[in-house]
């Protein structure tokens, strides 16, 4: 089955600095790779979502990229704020089917 | 429009007693997941229906799990008999239908249930 590895475990920034969250996916035929953002006692929700058919994706201050070749696809947050501190995780899912596979989580501590 | 809802959102009760989660989906999603999630394992999918019926059960710990769906907005999970290590988040999901031309959706995500079993 799928398999996603995600780094770092944990990432501090200062306010106003950029954050980068890296995945890695084992399985080439995947091809929908959603990113979620969970806040303390509440569920995961998703804040951006990528295809294979693109390469990046921008949705204000956040921003993915995805390299099909390496199996690698990253979240860049940048102009980091208090607000964005959160626990994030990246998935990866095969075409045809519904499953996602989450990764690890990243929680990320914005310091103001 | 209403989310995922989710009930009880917190739950306490002691080993060996029945637990029943519930979960009522976004109207119009046929796709339902119930994850687990915990420090050391993160979120792992249990099981997940689409059209009120299970499509995938190989994340069911144990045969003390069980789930069913018996309308479209209407889901439980059960743990009979409970016990300690089944203490953790469990969340609720659902999705619509695949777009044209794209068979994955997003998963709306329910704000959990907390179990404590002592």
């Known amino acids: 089955g799928e398999n996603v590895e995600q780094h770092p475990s944990t990432l501090s920034v200062q306010e106003g600095d950029s954050a980068v969250i890296k995945c890695t996916y084992s399985?080439?035929?995947?091809?929908?790779f959603p990113w979620y953002k969970q806040e303390l006692g509440k569920g995961p929700q998703l804040i951006i979502d990528?295809?294979?058919?693109?390469g990046e994706k921008k949705d204000q201050r956040i921003a993915v990229t995805l390299n099909k070749t390496a199996k690698h696809f990253s979240l860049h947050i940048t102009e980091t704020q208090p607000e964005d501190s959160a626990v994030y995780f990246c998935?990866?899912?095969?075409?045809?089917?519904?499953?996602?596979?989450f990764g690890i989580g990243t929680k990320l501590q914005v310091i103001p | 429009d209403a989310g995922v809802i989710q009930s009880p959102r917190h739950e306490v009760t002691e080993m060996g007693q029945e637990v029943t989660l519930r979960c009522k989906p976004i109207?119009?999603?046929?796709?339902l997941f119930w994850y687990r999630q915990t420090m050391m394992r993160g979120l792992e999918l249990l099981i997940y229906?689409?059209?009120?019926?299970?499509?995938?059960d190989s994340g069911m710990p144990e045969d003390r799990f069980s789930a069913k769906m018996p309308n479209a907005s209407f889901s439980t999970l059960k743990i009979q008999p409970s016990e300690p290590r089944d203490s953790a988040v469990y969340f609720c999901?659902?999705?619509?239908?695949?777009?044209?031309?794209?068979?994955?959706?997003?998963?709306?995500f329910g704000d959990g249930t907390r179990l404590s079993i002592l």
């Open positions: 998935a990866a899912s095969l075409g045809g089917y519904q499953k996602v596979t």
């Open positions: 109207s119009g999603h046929d796709y």
């Open positions: 999901a659902s999705s619509p239908p695949g777009g044209w031309g794209y068979s994955n959706q997003p998963q709306h």
């Open positions: 990528i295809r294979s058919n693109v």
């Open positions: 229906f689409n059209n009120n019926v299970p499509i995938d």
């Open positions: 399985d080439s035929a995947s091809n929908y």
